[in-house]
């Protein structure tokens, strides 16, 4: 059995975008009509969701209605959604200085905070199996994301709830909880090209890490040169981990770095913003695409750049009532 991975530093490159592009967000999701952004948020409750992306039922989530009213900011609950695997006193959650089992304590009043992170562990406050979300925030808004931008640790999905009524779901699709984890790591290997099969088994059965964290993607690996030529056909000289993680001459240009992880960098520059043309052909970021494909509404952050055309699975409102965030095995 490999060595247990250990929990990341913080990236410099913050997913997380600026106030602007909260400010965005909150513009979209608003200009939805309500009925709309319940059905995609939540479904009927009434019938199981199966196909990918499709989001959780209302079953799924709970009686909401017991949540508790936030004194600071947003209540956050974490529910146990490992379909048995492990009790709820062996389902962690972390934040700042604070650390509790579900069973201890399955809710926190956020305050507001800057960049901040949610650690969630099975079986342990240090186990290797363990996955975060990402947050700014503010004094009346949420801003955050759910991430696989390093790996895939837990199936995670949130759903955020404020007092307007808006009601919005981000992260792992319902089919994705409903797989034990060895089904989810074999569906990967099945479904990414023959590059990328090899993510499911170096830090199994803990992670699935993302190319640009994975040697055989990286200088002196099998699959080092996997993109450079595909971007130096758009005079982009860059390694194929800099362009899975967006850094080195790309750390300031989401848009050539997402149209490479996506291959259309060859398109017009006005249809990369067109998601149908999306992973149509090689190379391109499978890992990715992977977990777009089995994101709720086919949302996800698969790379650093992939809030570029509304791609992640962030999400921003104001007035924030509750946070639900469902951890899974």
């Not at 759903?159 to 797989?179: E, P």
């Not at 640009?212 to 194929?240: H, Q």
């Not at 149209?259 to 890992?287: C, E, F, I, K």
Request: proline share 8%; with cysteine; net charge negative.
């Amino acid at each position: 059995m490999p060595s247990a991975p250990r929990t990341p530093h913080r990236r410099s490159s913050t997913r997380l975008r600026t106030a602007a592009l909260a400010l965005l967000a909150v513009c979209v999701v608003t200009a939805l009509p309500s009925s709309a952004q319940a059905a995609g948020a939540h479904g009927s409750g009434t019938a199981a969701a199966t196909a990918a992306g499709d989001p959780p039922p209302d079953s799924f989530w709970g009686d909401t209605s017991s949540i508790p009213a936030a004194q600071n900011v947003v209540e956050v609950k974490i529910l146990n959604k490992t379909n048995g695997k492990y009790p709820d006193s062996d389902v962690y959650w972390k934040f700042g200085n604070e650390e509790h089992s579900i069973a201890e304590q399955p809710y926190l009043d956020m305050p507001a905070n800057s960049a901040g992170r949610m650690y969630f562990y099975v079986g342990s406050p240090d186990s290797p199996y363990f996955d975060f979300i990402e947050f700014t925030v503010g004094d009346d808004v949420f801003n955050g994301n759910t991430t696989r931008v390093d790996a895939f640790g837990l199936k995670l999905a949130m759903r955020l709830h404020s007092h307007d009524g808006n009601d919005v779901q981000v992260g792992d699709d319902y089919a994705t909880f409903q797989q034990t984890r060895e089904e989810t790591f074999q569906q990967f290997k099945d479904e990414v090209p023959t590059e990328f099969k090899g993510l499911a088994d170096i830090q199994a059965p803990y992670r699935i890490p993302a190319p640009g964290s994975a040697p055989d993607f990286r200088t002196g690996g099998k699959y080092a040169d996997y993109l450079t030529a595909y971007a130096a056909s758009v005079g982009v000289n860059a390694p194929t981990s800099d362009i899975t993680g967006c850094a080195g001459v790309l750390a300031n240009d989401p848009g050539m770095c997402s149209a490479l992880n996506r291959h259309v960098a060859q398109l017009p520059q006005d249809q990369w913003s067109t998601p149908s043309l999306y992973y149509q052909a090689a190379p391109a970021n499978y890992y990715a695409k992977y977990w777009h494909d089995h994101g709720i509404n086919h949302l996800a952050y698969g790379f650093p750049y992939d809030d570029y055309a509304g791609q992640s699975s962030f999400i921003s409102h104001g007035d924030p009532q509750w946070l639900e965030v469902a951890v899974g095995w």
